[in-house]
Protein backbone atom coordinates (compact mmCIF):
# COMPACT_ATOMS: atom_id res chain seq x y z
CA UNK A 1 0.00 0.00 0.00
CA UNK A 2 1.60 3.28 -1.02
CA UNK A 3 1.67 5.19 2.53
CA UNK A 4 2.21 8.83 3.27
CA UNK A 5 3.47 9.74 6.80
CA UNK A 6 3.71 12.86 8.57
CA UNK A 7 6.13 13.82 11.64
CA UNK A 8 5.71 14.75 14.32
CA UNK A 9 2.11 14.55 14.67
CA UNK A 10 1.80 17.36 17.56
CA UNK A 11 4.37 20.10 17.71
CA UNK A 12 4.33 22.95 20.35
CA UNK A 13 6.65 25.96 19.77
CA UNK A 14 7.40 29.34 21.45
CA UNK A 15 7.44 32.10 19.43
CA UNK A 16 10.37 33.11 17.42
CA UNK A 17 11.79 29.27 17.10
CA UNK A 18 12.55 27.31 14.11
CA UNK A 19 10.07 24.98 12.97
CA UNK A 20 10.62 21.81 10.87
CA UNK A 21 7.82 18.94 10.07
CA UNK A 22 8.66 15.97 8.07
CA UNK A 23 6.53 13.66 5.00
CA UNK A 24 8.17 10.34 3.97
CA UNK A 25 6.80 8.33 1.39
CA UNK A 26 6.31 4.95 0.30
CA UNK A 27 7.51 4.79 -3.10
CA UNK A 28 8.26 7.54 -6.05
CA UNK A 29 6.06 10.48 -6.82
CA UNK A 30 4.88 12.74 -9.84
CA UNK A 31 4.69 15.84 -7.30
CA UNK A 32 3.85 16.43 -3.48
CA UNK A 33 1.86 19.45 -1.91
CA UNK A 34 2.01 21.03 1.17
CA UNK A 35 -0.90 22.66 2.86
CA UNK A 36 -1.96 24.58 5.60
CA UNK A 37 -5.49 24.07 7.65
CA UNK A 38 -6.77 26.32 10.25
CA UNK A 39 -9.64 25.25 12.22
CA UNK A 40 -13.13 25.19 11.11
CA UNK A 41 -11.29 26.72 8.06
CA UNK A 42 -10.52 25.88 5.15
CA UNK A 43 -7.17 24.48 3.10
CA UNK A 44 -4.29 26.52 1.87
CA UNK A 45 -1.80 25.64 -0.71
CA UNK A 46 1.42 26.62 0.56
CA UNK A 47 3.52 24.77 -1.92
CA UNK A 48 3.80 22.00 -4.96
CA UNK A 49 7.16 20.63 -5.65
CA UNK A 50 8.47 17.58 -7.27
CA UNK A 51 12.16 18.36 -6.49
CA UNK A 52 14.88 20.87 -4.96
CA UNK A 53 13.60 23.29 -3.00
CA UNK A 54 11.01 26.68 -2.63
CA UNK A 55 10.29 29.52 -0.79
CA UNK A 56 7.93 31.61 0.05
CA UNK A 57 8.43 34.30 2.93
CA UNK A 58 9.36 32.36 6.33
CA UNK A 59 8.25 28.80 4.83
CA UNK A 60 10.74 26.84 2.69
CA UNK A 61 10.33 23.46 1.34
CA UNK A 62 12.60 20.95 0.20
CA UNK A 63 12.48 17.41 -1.15
CA UNK A 64 14.45 14.53 -1.62
CA UNK A 65 13.49 12.46 -4.30
CA UNK A 66 16.31 9.82 -3.22
CA UNK A 67 15.53 9.44 -0.01
CA UNK A 68 11.19 9.47 -0.69
CA UNK A 69 11.30 12.70 2.41
CA UNK A 70 10.34 16.12 2.12
CA UNK A 71 10.35 18.79 4.79
CA UNK A 72 8.46 22.35 5.56
CA UNK A 73 10.50 24.66 7.50
CA UNK A 74 9.30 27.38 9.34
CA UNK A 75 11.94 30.58 9.89
CA UNK A 76 10.82 32.80 12.76
CA UNK A 77 7.38 31.17 13.70
CA UNK A 78 4.48 33.06 14.81
CA UNK A 79 1.20 32.41 16.15
CA UNK A 80 -0.86 33.22 13.56
CA UNK A 81 1.20 29.33 11.97
CA UNK A 82 -0.89 27.46 14.43
CA UNK A 83 -2.21 25.37 12.17
CA UNK A 84 -2.85 21.69 11.06
CA UNK A 85 -0.04 21.36 8.50
CA UNK A 86 -0.69 18.45 5.52
CA UNK A 87 1.47 16.62 2.90
CA UNK A 88 -0.29 15.01 0.29
CA UNK A 89 1.76 13.19 -2.83
CA UNK A 90 0.68 12.12 -6.41
CA UNK A 91 2.16 9.14 -7.89
CA UNK A 92 0.39 9.32 -11.16
CA UNK A 93 -2.65 9.33 -12.24
CA UNK A 94 -5.53 12.03 -10.65
CA UNK A 95 -5.35 11.13 -6.88
CA UNK A 96 -3.37 12.81 -4.15
CA UNK A 97 -2.68 11.35 -1.27
CA UNK A 98 -3.07 13.04 1.93
CA UNK A 99 -0.94 12.63 5.46
CA UNK A 100 -3.01 12.74 8.64
CA UNK A 101 -0.88 15.81 9.31
CA UNK A 102 1.15 17.56 12.03
CA UNK A 103 -0.59 20.15 14.32
CA UNK A 104 1.68 23.26 15.46
CA UNK A 105 0.72 25.32 18.14
CA UNK A 106 2.70 28.48 17.94
CA UNK A 107 3.23 29.93 21.70
CA UNK A 108 3.76 34.01 22.26
CA UNK B 1 -16.04 34.69 -6.68
CA UNK B 2 -12.64 34.76 -6.07
CA UNK B 3 -11.94 31.24 -4.56
CA UNK B 4 -13.49 27.93 -3.96
CA UNK B 5 -17.34 28.29 -2.54
CA UNK B 6 -19.28 25.73 -1.03
CA UNK B 7 -22.42 25.70 0.17
CA UNK B 8 -24.03 24.58 2.72
CA UNK B 9 -21.08 24.95 4.89
CA UNK B 10 -22.86 22.88 7.16
CA UNK B 11 -25.79 19.56 7.06
CA UNK B 12 -27.44 18.06 9.59
CA UNK B 13 -29.10 14.96 7.78
CA UNK B 14 -31.00 11.89 9.85
CA UNK B 15 -30.45 8.16 8.33
CA UNK B 16 -31.90 7.44 5.17
CA UNK B 17 -31.72 10.72 4.01
CA UNK B 18 -30.86 12.26 0.52
CA UNK B 19 -28.09 14.88 0.63
CA UNK B 20 -27.01 17.32 -2.17
CA UNK B 21 -23.69 19.39 -1.44
CA UNK B 22 -22.44 22.23 -3.63
CA UNK B 23 -18.96 23.36 -5.07
CA UNK B 24 -18.15 26.65 -7.28
CA UNK B 25 -14.92 26.59 -8.51
CA UNK B 26 -12.54 29.23 -9.29
CA UNK B 27 -14.26 30.57 -12.63
CA UNK B 28 -11.97 29.12 -15.46
CA UNK B 29 -11.03 26.14 -13.58
CA UNK B 30 -11.02 23.15 -15.55
CA UNK B 31 -10.67 20.87 -13.01
CA UNK B 32 -12.63 20.04 -10.02
CA UNK B 33 -11.79 17.68 -6.93
CA UNK B 34 -13.90 15.96 -4.08
CA UNK B 35 -12.35 14.74 -1.21
CA UNK B 36 -14.00 13.23 2.36
CA UNK B 37 -11.87 14.26 5.45
CA UNK B 38 -13.05 12.39 8.53
CA UNK B 39 -12.21 13.46 12.10
CA UNK B 40 -8.64 14.00 12.88
CA UNK B 41 -7.53 12.10 8.97
CA UNK B 42 -6.12 13.94 5.84
CA UNK B 43 -8.57 14.00 3.11
CA UNK B 44 -8.92 11.49 0.96
CA UNK B 45 -9.78 11.51 -2.52
CA UNK B 46 -13.94 10.73 -4.11
CA UNK B 47 -13.44 12.05 -7.04
CA UNK B 48 -12.33 13.96 -10.12
CA UNK B 49 -13.74 16.64 -13.28
CA UNK B 50 -11.60 17.86 -15.83
CA UNK B 51 -14.87 20.15 -17.26
CA UNK B 52 -18.08 17.91 -17.27
CA UNK B 53 -15.87 14.70 -17.86
CA UNK B 54 -15.67 12.64 -14.63
CA UNK B 55 -12.12 11.08 -15.42
CA UNK B 56 -11.81 9.64 -12.43
CA UNK B 57 -14.08 8.53 -9.65
CA UNK B 58 -12.65 5.55 -7.68
CA UNK B 59 -12.57 6.83 -4.50
CA UNK B 60 -16.68 6.79 -4.59
CA UNK B 61 -17.03 4.69 -1.13
CA UNK B 62 -20.04 3.28 -2.68
CA UNK B 63 -22.73 3.62 -5.42
CA UNK B 64 -24.44 5.57 -2.99
CA UNK B 65 -22.20 8.73 -3.73
CA UNK B 66 -22.85 10.44 -7.38
CA UNK B 67 -21.12 13.85 -8.24
CA UNK B 68 -22.19 15.97 -11.48
CA UNK B 69 -20.44 18.60 -13.23
CA UNK B 70 -23.02 18.94 -16.15
CA UNK B 71 -21.97 22.22 -17.33
CA UNK B 72 -17.97 22.06 -16.56
CA UNK B 73 -18.42 24.30 -13.77
CA UNK B 74 -20.57 24.30 -10.61
CA UNK B 75 -20.22 20.65 -9.56
CA UNK B 76 -22.81 18.87 -6.85
CA UNK B 77 -21.80 15.67 -4.63
CA UNK B 78 -24.75 13.29 -3.64
CA UNK B 79 -25.29 11.13 -1.05
CA UNK B 80 -28.18 8.70 -1.07
CA UNK B 81 -29.47 6.94 1.48
CA UNK B 82 -27.13 8.44 4.18
CA UNK B 83 -25.39 6.35 6.67
CA UNK B 84 -23.73 7.85 9.58
CA UNK B 85 -20.22 6.59 8.29
CA UNK B 86 -21.08 9.40 5.72
CA UNK B 87 -20.48 11.70 8.95
CA UNK B 88 -17.61 13.77 7.62
CA UNK B 89 -16.06 16.82 6.37
CA UNK B 90 -16.38 17.03 1.98
CA UNK B 91 -14.21 19.07 0.24
CA UNK B 92 -13.83 20.56 -2.98
CA UNK B 93 -11.23 22.05 -4.50
CA UNK B 94 -10.43 22.97 -8.24
CA UNK B 95 -7.18 23.87 -10.51
CA UNK B 96 -6.14 25.50 -13.20
CA UNK B 97 -5.79 22.30 -15.19
CA UNK B 98 -5.35 18.55 -14.47
CA UNK B 99 -3.28 17.77 -11.24
CA UNK B 100 -0.54 19.09 -12.36
CA UNK B 101 -1.85 22.61 -11.36
CA UNK B 102 -2.11 24.11 -7.95
CA UNK B 103 -5.59 22.97 -6.03
CA UNK B 104 -7.48 25.55 -4.26
CA UNK B 105 -9.49 24.39 -1.62
CA UNK B 106 -13.03 25.55 -0.15
CA UNK B 107 -13.53 25.61 3.24
CA UNK B 108 -15.83 22.45 3.10
CA UNK B 109 -19.16 20.93 4.47
CA UNK B 110 -19.24 19.33 7.57
CA UNK B 111 -22.33 16.60 6.72
CA UNK B 112 -23.39 14.99 10.15
CA UNK B 113 -25.78 12.02 9.84
CA UNK B 114 -27.43 11.37 12.90
Known amino acids: KNEVEQSPQNLTAQEGEFITINCSYSVGISALHWLQQHPGGGIVSLFM???GKKKHGRLIATINIQEKHSSLHITASHPRDSAVYIC??????????FGTGTSLTVIP | GAGVSQSPRYKVAKRGQDVALRCDPISGHVSLFWYQQALGQGPEFLTY????????KSGLPSDRFFAERPEGSVSTLKIQRTQQEDSAVYLC????????????FGAGTRLSVL
Open chain 1, 49 to 51: LSS
Open chain 1, 88 to 97: AVRWGGNQFY
Open chain 2, 49 to 56: FQNEAQLD
Open chain 2, 93 to 104: ASSLAGVQNIQY
